[in-house]
């Protein structure tokens, strides 16, 4: 009892999780005289499966013969499907023992134990080679699950705090992207936070919004943020089809060992989750490489996930409904201005032509009466202007924002190229006034991507437009085959000449990794 309470005063002190499990093997060993221990962390989305495995007793050297940390079969698996305490004389004469890897050290007395948390196994103890007997005794395993009990109340209270403070910051994550929906803001800025506090939230590498393309085509990036965004998204483009088809979400774990020996850090995961707006096109939100720490499981990550696919849901339907309105607007302020030129403005100029072709009866200077009859001509093509631009307006399609046309073009190159180009946006980029520097930008844009097509082979191409202060600065990645040496730069030329045309300048390089990056950099005045 003396034993048990000062575990519970040891143990409610640590700091993190695998301190917790850490110390629980080792004080299992004390009370029971095993040499080894460990502790299995038990998946809860697969309950015939391991994600981390804590350690005492073997030295670094045993450790590396070991080599990789089981995947619970054996002996080890018997728990993993039937958590209830099993004690063994000999692990050698045992008929569920798999045997052992080379390098690893003899054992043959084994005590095994679960950790339970309400209802659910949250681990495993397993103890084995007790020093001062064949075997472990009754009194062993009585001490044993008292000590797990103990752990299980402990992990409990600390999981609850570690799973409160990751709500606590959806929650926060939560009120930031509504509190930016209620304001004034461009929704388009908006989708961004979505991917943002995903990151923040998850740890994860990458995080994106993905749209479903038109029929036979890629699927097309809204919104990104993390690295390497582009090749994730290249890469589950298989998995991102499935999911926008389906409407099914999709958890993928990366890691082919999935047990983790001795750390916090969890083996990776990937989330594509359907996000399902009221209306528009359907998409979903991708969560690239996030981990799964023993504090708050591979299920509790999940949940996060599908909160923020519901936020990036609200955020889409903001932004068709502000594009509708946009457009409501626009085209209404067309045919108002189409309606005032045909019923005043023309009418106008029709009296003037008839008032000018009378006046011509009244005299017969012919100067007079060839300059009367060259106004009425200018009013009559006047008057045909003036219808051709009606036209123009009651019919003209709607052109967007500059962010709106610079997404429009990397996505007309989803058929050339076999894929969608990720297009990521920092600063207010629709401030940008100076037509010069639309048209220049677009331009460049459009060269990159059609070298990319051209010549590169690349699988994935990430499109990145920012404005700092007084700057604007275009970068296009692709992780092609990258420059050929001598190759002609006709094109190139003319981007380097457009920037040198506007202040600014350009290169073109190797990426670090693997493909080109062309840079382009310009001064502007928003």
């Known amino acids: 009892m003396r034993m048990l309470l000062e575990t519970i005063q040891e143990l409610g002190g640590a700091q993190d999780l695998v301190s917790v499990l850490q110390r629980t093997v080792e004080l299992a060993c004390q009370v029971t005289g095993a040499r080894y221990g460990a502790l299995g962390v038990v998946d809860e989305s697969d309950t015939g499966a391991m994600t981390h495995f804590i350690t005492t007793g073997l030295t670094p050297q045993e450790r590396e013969a070991i080599g990789d940390p089981p995947e619970g079969r054996g002996l080890l698996g018997r728990l993993l499907q039937h958590p209830t305490p099993v004690r063994v004389a000999d692990l050698n004469q045992e008929p569920d023992s798999v045997g052992f890897p080379p390098g690893h050290p003899p054992m043959r007395s084994f005590l095994g134990m679960p950790i339970r948390i309400g209802g659910r196994t949250f681990g495993n103890l397993y103890l084995t080679e007790k020093r001062d007997a064949q075997t472990f005794t009754e009194r062993d395993a009585l001490l044993v699950q008292g000590l797990a009990s103990v752990s299980g109340a402990v992990i409990d209270a600390m999981q609850r705090r570690v799973l409160g403070e990751v709500q606590s910051s959806v929650v926060d994550s939560v009120w930031q992207i509504n509190n930016a929906l209620l304001s004034e803001v461009d929704p388009e800025d908006t989708l961004p936070m979505v991917t943002d506090q995903a990151l923040r939230v998850t740890a994860a590498d990458a995080a994106a919004v993905v749209a479903a393309g038109p029929t036979g085509e890629a699927a097309r990036v809204l919104a990104s943020s993390g690295l390497d965004t582009a090749a994730v998204v290249a890469d589950l483009h298989d998995q991102i089809t499935q999911v926008l088809a389906t409407g099914e979400p999709l958890h993928l774990s990366l890691d082919e060992r999935r047990v983790v020996l001795d750390s916090n850090q969890g083996p990776r995961h990937t989330s594509v989750v359907p996000v399902s707006p009221r209306q528009g096109e359907r998409a979903a939100l991708v969560v690239a490489h996030w981990r799964s720490a023993p504090a708050t ?73 060839e300059r009367l009859e060259s106004s009425i001509h200018e009013l009559d093509a006047t008057i045909r202007d003036i219808r051709a631009t009606i036209f123009a307006l009651q019919h003209r399609p709607f052109e967007g924002s500059l962010r709106t046309q610079l997404r429009s073009l990397a996505d007309s190159y989803t058929t050339t190229l076999g894929f969608s180009p990720v297009t990521q ?30 010549h590169a082979g690349a699988r994935s191409v990430l499109v990145e437009v920012e404005t700092r202060e007084d700057r604007l600065s275009l970068t296009v990645t692709d992780d092609g085959v990258g420059l050929a040496p001598g190759a002609a730069e006709s094109g190139l030329r003319n981007v380097r000449q457009r920037a040198v045309e506007l202040g600014g300048q350009a290169a073109v390089g190797p990426h670090a990794k693997q493909g080109t990056v062309l840079h382009w950099e310009i001064p502007v005045q928003a």
């Open 297 to 369: 499981g591979s299920l509790g990550m999940r949940d996060v996930v599908d909160a923020l696919a519901v936020q990036a849901a609200l955020v889409l339907d903001r932004t068709h409904t502000a594009r509708d309105h946009d457009m409501l607007t626009k085209l209404a302020d067309r045919d108002r201005i189409a309606r005032d030129l045909h019923d005043l403005v023309i009418q106008r100029l029709f009296a003037t032509g008839l008032y000018l072709q009378g006046a011509t009866r009244l005299t017969r200077e012919p100067a007079v009466v």
């Open 425 to 454: 946006f920092t600063g207010p980029i629709d401030s940008v006034l100076a037509d010069d520097v639309h048209d220049a930008l677009l331009l460049v844009l459009r060269e990159a991507l059609s070298n990319v097509a051209r």
